[in-house]
């Protein structure tokens, strides 16, 4: 199996990020966002007898394709203005990322391509993968 990163808008995510980092001063705040579930990567990627039932990436889309919104969609804050600091900014767009895959895990279950809707995709319980999705700060 290849894994390997989409890059497309890697660029304009940086950008949008150097843009954010004017406005607000460094703590050198780091966040892990993602999920020990050994099979996640099964479904996220699909194996040789499973098509891929994506989580984890589409989100990292979402988020790159529009930044602010999916921030705010994903989250309490009315506005970016409403974040104060890079820590809260930082903190902000690893819990967003944290909602939006739990919301793509979800979503599948009631999807009818979904594992354990076709009889050669076998059941998996997607509630272990849900409640092992985490943001966690490592510095």
């Known amino acids: 199996m290849r894994l390997d990163a989409e890059l497309d808008g890697l660029q304009a995510t940086a950008q949008a990020f150097r843009d954010l ?5 460094g703590d050198g705040v780091t966040y892990v966002v993602g999920s020990g579930v ?3 990567v099964y479904l996220e990627f699909g194996t040789e007898d499973m098509p891929p039932y ?6 990292i889309r979402e988020f790159r394709a529009n930044p ?3 921030l705010l969609d ?3 804050f009315g506005s970016i203005g409403d974040i104060d600091t890079t820590q809260e900014l930082v903190e902000t767009v690893a819990i967003s990322l944290e909602n939006r895959m739990k919301d793509n895990v979800n979503a599948q279950k009631s999807s ?9 995709h076998p059941k998996r319980d997607t509630g272990t993968l849900t409640a092992s999705i985490q943001a966690v700060r490592i510095s």
């Not at 980092?21 to 001063?25: A, M, S, W």
């Not at 994506?54 to 989100?59: E, I, K, M, V």
């Open 38 to 40: 050994e099979y996640g």
């Open 68 to 70: 602010e919104s999916f």
């Open 54 to 59: 994506s989580w984890f990436r589409p989100a």
């Open 112 to 120: 009818d391509r979904s594992p354990g809707v076709d009889p050669d």
């Open 21 to 25: 980092e004017e406005r607000y001063d």
């Open 74 to 76: 994903n989250t309490g």
